[in-house]
């Protein structure tokens, strides 16, 4: 009879374990498949998002035109992809620029700056296979109001586009007129500081003659 309660018992437990092995599988068996539907979710998200980031649409009437955005890519290599023409009207402003006394050139990853005196005569861009030029050409009227009176002004800058051999010929001469407008402002820059300090000399030089009359009034 001991025996018979024994075996029950050990019958029991055995199947107590079975029992807790099979529900602890199951478990498992779901953490996995949630984790690995997660994972399929998330990534699909981050490819559609990523679809979108690179995809632009364009309505036309009742349809959709979809293509790819273009990639963000180097000043050199926008240069590379351009076109024969393009490149001879690029190198040809780029020479005209270098030929400027005093001039330097700043390249960076965007665009190719050409500065005298800090200040800049011509930047020159790439999009979609043309060349733009942009000049900061300050009227001296306004630059010496502004310099008077030491206001901060950001000065927006003129595009050109360079469509035809014509518009090349209009940013050699745009070039011409920053460069002389450059250098005119720096010339009356020394000009009003030349008289700032003559001004300066006649207020000690008053001065010094009041002091002196002063005191030989004084002494008499």
Same mark, same amino acid.
């Given at each position: ?40 979710? #998330? ?5 559609? $998002? &990523? %679809? ?6 364009? !309505?036309? *009437? ?85 310099? #008077? ?5 950001? $000065? &927006? %800058? ?6 035809? !051999?014509? *518009? ?53």
């Amino acid at each position: 009879m001991e025996t018979l309660i024994f075996g029950f018992m050990v019958l029991v437990v055995v199947m107590c374990i079975f029992t807790v092995c099979v529900v602890v599988r199951d478990m498992l068996r779901d953490s996995n498949k949630r984790k690995t539907k997660k994972s399929a979710d #998330t990534t699909q998200v981050g490819q559609q $998002q &990523a %679809a979108q980031q690179s995809t632009v649409v364009i !309505a036309a *009437d009742d349809d959709q035109v979809r293509f790819s955005a273009e990639p963000k890519q180097s000043h050199k290599y926008k240069y590379m992809a351009l076109s024969g023409e393009q490149k001879a009207w690029y190198d040809e402003i780029a020479e005209y620029a270098n030929r400027v006394e005093e001039v330097k050139c700043v390249t960076t990853g965007g665009y190719d700056e050409y500065r005298l005196h800090g200040k800049r005569i011509i930047r020159l861009l790439i999009k979609r296979g043309t060349v733009i030029c942009e000049f900061i050409i300050a009227n001296p009227n306004f630059s010496r109001y502004v310099s #008077t009176n030491k206001i901060s002004v950001k $000065q &927006a %800058a003129t595009s050109l586009k360079l469509l035809t !051999a014509k *518009d090349v010929g209009a940013a050699k001469d745009s070039i011409d007129i920053a460069v002389r407008e450059i250098r005119e402002e720096r010339e009356e820059a020394k000009r009003r500081e030349k008289e700032r300090r003559r001004l300066a000399r006649q207020a000690s030089h008053a001065a010094a003659t009041q002091v002196q009359t002063v005191a030989t009034t004084s002494a008499d």
